[in-house]
């Protein structure tokens, strides 16, 4: 009984990585790479805020390398620009005005979000890609709220 939990896991994992693909394999890799190199650059953070953190910074990555392949300008490049001012200002201060203001920002987005994904038909490149967001901004909200949490207690 004590492998459920994760053999759950593996198998939303590998549905989801079936159903989204490419869409879940960028800001994995990237969320994963950002971990790797948290470690090695920043080893006085603690570790649970550099999980929220790495988490963040793959869906940073993938969040530019779209809106870089397809040529986006304005007012679009906000998302990525408080997304970056967010984590840095996380990864710098860990601690609830970072979390709070990360919060906002990904309760929002996500929000939007979930209104285009509800909006798509099942199968439609956007829809996955919507469906990743979604998951990498729960990841986020979940992983700074319980680093937040844990490290008030230690």
């Known amino acids: ?3 459920a939990p994760a053999i759950v896991a593996a198998v939303i994992g590998l549905l989801v990585g079936t159903y989204a ?3 879940l394999l960028i800001p994995l890799v990237a ?6 190199l948290g470690r090695r650059l920043l080893p006085r953070l603690d570790a649970r805020y550099l999980l929220a953190a790495a988490v963040q910074t793959g ?3 993938w ?3 779209g809106e870089v ?3 986006i300008r304005g007012p679009d490049l906000l998302d990525p620009i408080i997304l970056l001012i967010g ?3 996380l990864v710098a201060r860990p601690g609830l005005a970072p979390v709070v203001v990360l919060t906002i920002y990904q309760s929002v987005a996500l929000a939007v979000n979930a209104v285009a994904f509800v909006h798509l038909p099942v199968g439609h490149t956007l829809h996955k890609a919507l469906l990743v967001h979604l998951i990498w901004r729960l990841l986020a909200l979940v992983l700074m709220w319980r680093a937040y949490a844990q490290a008030g207690r230690a």
């Open 1 to 3: 009984m004590k492998r």
């Open 21 to 23: 693909g490419i869409h």
């Open 31 to 36: 969320s994963a790479a950002a971990w790797w």
């Open 59 to 61: 869906h940073l990555v």
């Open 63 to 65: 969040l530019a390398l």
């Open 69 to 71: 392949m397809l040529g």
């Open 87 to 89: 984590v840095a200002w």
